[in-house]
């Protein structure tokens, strides 16, 4: 999934800013679905804006630049419905924790330890940021949010449950 599909998506749920899409990756969580920064968002805005898919209009703000609002069009809803309609490709799981792991025995114990203390800590604040949720959430957004505390839950699990066994491995291959 693209930028360009994201922001039209959050757009369906009403007219933001730049900076509130961008926010809305970092803190509702939706940054588990794609990487989006300021250098991506604006810049897929700019084009779903010259692609008639998104309107926007200027806001006039005290003591500051006038701020950019936009909204989806008619146009733009179809456009995300039809790519709703079609199947959805695979998930892919991109981790540079894990590539790490892959060659943990190449690493000293304690920086394997230090790898997978910091993943641990990682992955306990996305968690607590799902948990955190509002809970006046509607049926499909509660559906994600847990899927997303139970994909995290079992990521602790694991690392818990098995961080011995790659620790030891990589002691002893450094003996």
Do not use: W
């Not at 369906?12 to 990487?35: M, S």
């Not at 892959?102 to 604040?125: G, K, M, N, W």
Request: charged fraction near 25%; proline fraction near 5%; glycine fraction near 6%.
């Amino acid at each position: 999934m693209d930028v360009r599909t994201i922001c039209l998506g959050i757009l369906t749920r009403g007219e933001a800013t730049g900076y509130e899409i961008k926010k809305l990756f970092e803190e509702d969580g939706f940054q588990h679905f794609v990487e989006a920064s300021f250098g991506s968002i604006y810049p897929a805005l700019n084009r779903l804006t010259e692609e008639g898919l998104v309107s926007v209009r200027s806001e006039s703000q005290e003591k500051r630049p006038d701020r950019k609002v936009y909204s989806i069009t008619p146009a733009g809803q179809t456009a995300f419905m039809a790519y709703l309609m079609r199947p959805v490709p695979e998930d892919r799981h991109r981790s540079p924790f894990v590539f790490a792991m892959l060659f943990s025995h190449l690493l000293p114990q304690t920086r394997v330890t230090a790898l997978i203390d910091a993943y641990i800590a990682q992955c306990e604040a996305k968690l607590a940021q799902l948990s955190t949720k509002p809970s006046h959430q509607g049926d499909s957004e509660t559906f994600v949010v847990g899927m997303g505390q139970a994909i995290y839950r079992a990521m602790l699990d694991f690392l818990r449950a098995h961080r011995t066994q790659i620790e030891t491995r990589a002691a002893e291959a450094a003996e």
